[in-house]
């Protein structure tokens, strides 16, 4: 499991439904990203969304690199990384869980 993700990949929370975590990995150990450092756009229902890409224009310019995003659901859940090598910025799909249920 490796593979790349568009940008505009969307990752939704306070959807009563997805837990997000935002991490980084700078040096040696992984970090979680404040919780106010990402601007989410808000939808009228509540729910709020950041497309990958925009994690990554928010993060990458504050804190660095790599970037982790866990989305978790109650079935299923997916890793998302950027920045783990040096040659390229795109998102993959590192992972997939089996949810927090």
């Not at 997000?20 to 990203?33: A, M, N, Q």
């Not at 990554?56 to 989305?71: A, E, L, T, Y």
Request: contains cysteine; hydrophobic residues 30%.
């Amino acid at each position: 499991m490796n593979e790349k993700m568009d940008d505009r990949t969307t990752i939704y929370r306070n959807d009563g439904v997805n837990i997000i975590s935002v991490f980084i990995k700078p040096l040696s150990r992984v970090s979680p990203v404040p919780e106010d450092l990402l601007q989410w756009h808000k939808d009228p229902d509540g729910t709020e969304h950041l497309t990958l890409g925009e994690i990554r224009d928010q993060v990458s310019g504050v804190i660095g690199w790599p970037i982790f995003v866990w989305v978790e659901g109650p079935m299923r859940g997916e890793i998302y990384c950027t920045g783990n090598y040096t040659s390229e910025t795109c998102w993959r799909r590192c992972g997939i869980t089996g949810g927090y249920a």
